[in-house]
């Protein structure tokens, strides 16, 4: 049974940074990639950034540039450092990790910006 658990969520002002971690039960290599995903109210659940087994990362258009994602292979780790946020990236922000055609989900870590 994999399990992800997030942490890293809170309250920021816009400007302000973040760093989200995803904690998986198991060695990230095993996965073809592991990911970020992000739910606003009302809004679909969207990729944000993702990173292969083999560390190439992945970012969503609106994203690149502010966010970086990296791991933690030693603590079977991922990260997702969010800088210069604003107020429309408030959202649940979901770990994912992808293990041929299973995907895995964390229970998501609420992000709030605003001032």
């Known amino acids: 049974h994999v399990q992800l658990v997030e942490s890293g969520g809170g309250l920021v002002q816009p400007g302000g940074s973040l760093r989200l971690s995803c904690v998986v039960s198991?060695?990230?290599?095993?996965?073809?990639?592991m990911g970020w995903y992000r739910q606003a109210p009302g809004k679909e659940r969207d990729s944000v950034a993702l990173i292969t087994s083999g560390g190439t990362p992945n970012y969503a258009d609106s994203m690149e540039g502010r966010f970086t994602i990296s791991r933690d292979s030693t603590r079977n780790t991922v990260f997702l450092q969010m800088n210069s946020l604003k107020p429309e990236d408030t959202a649940v922000y979901y770990c994912?990790?992808?293990?041929?055609?299973?995907?895995?989900w964390g229970q998501g870590t609420q992000v709030t910006v605003s001032s």
């Open positions: 198991r060695s990230i290599f095993s996965f073809t990639y």
């Open positions: 994912n990790a992808r293990s041929g055609p299973v995907y895995y």
